[in-house]
């Protein structure tokens, strides 16, 4: 599908790495989740793994653009795979906003919804998995990328109907209307997980569709 020179190769390897530090980062914030929900001791611990991670994909991300501007790909094919980039990036950033902002505001998430805060958690990780997979593949297969464009979008779905069951029960609690709010704002924001990664599927779709024609 694609015919790449060695520069082009070199900065596709440098994407890859990316988009494993931004799984890494994700998956660091899921360990944080985890350990605050639980009570555990070691939860600022993780949170500040979870913002070291996002640093580390942003210094990829910013050497991986750095490559890309000394010229090469054609230039229809960088700017979109720059607006990819950046679109991935932005994954990362919203789960390090969310462990910083639990971890500095003490989040009280009520007992009976700490359960679904970790099933919304985990299905928004995997719509960015699913993406990942669609990015990885759209440079050698285009009919199993557009699958995987497919199954970030369905999680994506999946992601929102939990966030929704999730509001309405929270605020169906005997609980105070200061704790509801700070509550939903961080169901917000990792529900963003998975509509930034749509986004981005969105941003793989085009490329995929250019590349059919």
């Known amino acids: 599908m694609f015919f790449f020179g060695k520069k082009e ?23 944080f989740m985890d350990a605050y929900l639980d009570g555990r001791e070691d939860f600022e611990d993780l949170a500040l793994k979870t913002i070291n991670a996002e640093s580390a ?23 979109d795979l720059l607006g990819l980039i950046e679109a991935v990036d932005v994954i990362a950033d ?17 007992d009976d919804i700490r359960g679904d805060i970790r099933k919304q958690v985990g299905v928004s ?14 440079f050698e297969d285009v009919d199993e990328a557009a699958e995987c464009v497919v199954e970030t979008e369905k999680l994506e779905h999946q992601e929102d109907e ?3 069951q999730l509001i309405k029960k929270l605020f169906s609690l005997d609980v105070e209307r200061a704790v509801k709010l700070e ?6 924001l990792i529900g963003d997980i998975a509509d930034l990664s749509e986004d981005a ?5 085009i490329i995929l569709l250019k590349r059919r024609v």
Do not use: C
């Open 94 to 110: 919203r789960a390090e906003t969310v462990a910083r902002l639990v971890n500095l505001q003490r989040t009280e998430f009520p």
């Open 183 to 188: 509550v939903r704002e961080v169901i917000g």
């Open 201 to 205: 599927s969105d941003r793989v779709e």
């Open 9 to 31: 190769s070199e900065i596709i390897k440098s994407f890859m790495k990316h988009l494993d530090a931004v799984e890494e980062t994700l998956e660091s914030f899921r360990e």
């Open 125 to 138: 990780i995997k719509a960015y998995k699913a993406l990942k997979r669609a990015i990885r593949t759209m």
């Open 162 to 164: 939990i966030e929704w």
């Open 57 to 79: 994909a942003d210094r990829l991300r910013r050497e991986t653009e750095t490559m890309m501007y000394s010229g090469a790909f054609l230039p229809n094919f960088r700017g």
